[in-house]
């Protein structure tokens, strides 16, 4: 019988360290994100709009003229927002929020702008949606065309992958068009 035990052992063994490579399954990658829950931002500006919870407003440092930054910390992302009056330039200020999208050509596979109109509010705009490896994968402006002119950028706070952070820039454009769809001036 103990012969048997060691014979049995001995065969386990030896078919037991066979080297076979197996390829591994494709998968995607799982991220889930929080259910967007939405909440009035305090600002001491002539604009007020929503934000998700899962983010934090910070002053721009020195803008001193309602220039804000809304920081995704779970996503590593910030949303850059520029306020400026409207003092008899909104065509150069249009231009300039037109050109921004643009200088990332270089690196995007495609921009799209889709315009936003809310004449209720008085509140027109673009939103510019970039895909590729883009500093910036979204952008927009937002103006009442006579007395306030808001410019958006949304950066990743690291070097741009677009196969990495697609799903977290696809989350974070629900954000702002959310953030565009509530946005009132005062």
């Known amino acids: 019988m103990k012969k048997l035990i060691l014979y049995f052992s001995l065969l386990l063994f030896i078919f037991s360290c066979k080297d ?55 996503l590593n992302a910030t949303l850059f927002i520029t306020y400026q009056d409207v003092n008899n330039n909104l065509g150069s200020l249009l231009m300039d929020a037109q050109k921004l999208p643009l200088q990332h050509t270089i690196k995007a596979d495609f921009i799209e702008g889709d315009v936003y109109k809310n004449p209720v509010h008085k509140t027109y705009g673009m939103l510019y949606e970039v895909e590729g490896n883009a500093a910036s994968q979204a952008q927009f402006y937002l103006t009442d065309s006579t007395s306030h002119f808001i410019t958006g950028s949304l950066y990743f706070n690291q070097k741009p992958n677009f196969d990495s952070i697609m799903p977290a820039a696809e989350f974070l454009k629900k954000d702002i068009k959310h953030l565009m769809e509530t946005l009132r001036w005062k």
């Open 20 to 74: 076979e490579t197996l390829p591994k399954p494709k998968a995607f990658l799982a991220l889930e994100f929080p259910e967007a829950t939405y909440t009035q931002a305090n600002l001491d500006c002539p604009y007020e709009f929503e934000i998700n919870e899962i983010s934090r407003i910070l002053d721009a440092k020195g803008s001193g003229n309602c220039w804000i930054n809304i920081n995704y910390p779970l």
